[in-house]
């Protein structure tokens, strides 16, 4: 067993650090805890999904990776955000169903362009893989709006109509997405 005492690397601009432990005889990663400081939010999930997800903030959390002698990874990420900060959602099919299904299709759409910009006072991020499945846990809560927030209303057709609309406010976000992937490494890019 080779046990590390504490490493520690600048990324995202700032430290992560923990104490790796692998096992040489069965070539596993038998554990590696990261404690995660004040990293840059953007970069930090940028290869998680870009097209699905991105945010603008600083993060905080920890990161715990293992690995069998086979060689597939499984762990989790929980990240919590130091501050106010923008959240991105792009198209995600799993978000579209649980709004339409909540508020019908028209508005679920109106919602999801809402969603593009989410500012946001509170969040957290939960990233897990384990097996063959992977799972990412959001949470957010909306930052109060200003004047500088606010959209021009815009022509939408709702039930067949055509209306003049306004931005939906999505007050609470809170969503399970499954990520079907192969690998701990496919999870990053779903």
């Given at each position: 067993?080779?046990t590390f005492?504490?490493i520690?690397a600048?990324i995202?601009?700032e430290?992560?650090?923990?104490?790796?432990r692998m096992?040489?005889a069965?070539?596993?990663?038998?554990?590696?805890?990261?404690?995660?400081?004040?990293?840059?939010?953007?970069?930090?999930?940028?290869n998680?999904?870009p097209?699905?997800?991105d945010?603008?903030?600083?993060?905080?959390?920890?990161?715990h990776?293992e690995?069998?002698?086979e060689?597939?990874?499984?762990g989790?990420?929980?990240?919590?955000?130091?501050?106010?900060?923008?959240?991105?959602?792009?198209?995600i099919?799993?978000?579209?169903r649980m709004?339409a299904g909540?508020?019908?299709?028209d508005?679920?759409s109106?919602?999801?362009?809402?969603?593009e910009?989410?500012p946001?006072m509170?969040g957290?991020?939960?990233?897990?893989?384990?097996?063959l499945?992977?799972e990412?846990?959001?949470h957010?809560?909306?930052?109060?709006r200003?004047?500088?927030?606010r959209m021009?209303?815009r022509k939408?057709i709702i039930?067949g109509?055509?209306?003049?609309?306004?931005?939906?406010?999505?007050p609470?976000?809170?969503l399970?997405?499954p990520?079907?992937?192969?690998?701990?490494?496919?999870t990053?890019?779903?």
């Open positions: 067993m080779l005492d504490r520690s600048q995202f601009g430290e992560i650090s923990g104490a790796p096992d040489l069965a070539q596993a990663l038998q554990g590696l805890d990261l404690r995660i400081k004040s990293i840059d939010a953007h970069q930090a999930v940028a998680i999904s097209a699905h997800l945010a603008e903030g600083v993060v905080s959390g920890i990161l990776v690995s069998s002698g060689g597939d990874l499984s989790h990420a929980d990240l919590s955000f130091d501050g106010p900060g923008i959240l991105r959602i792009g198209q099919d799993a978000l579209q709004l909540s508020f019908g299709a508005t679920a109106l919602a999801m362009h809402d969603l910009r989410y946001f509170e957290t991020l939960h990233l897990e893989r384990a097996g499945n992977s990412l846990k959001i957010f809560v909306r930052e109060i200003t004047n500088a927030d021009a209303p939408e039930n109509r055509e209306v003049w609309v306004g931005p939906v406010v999505v609470k976000i809170d399970t997405i990520i079907a992937v192969k690998s701990f490494a496919d990053f890019r779903w």
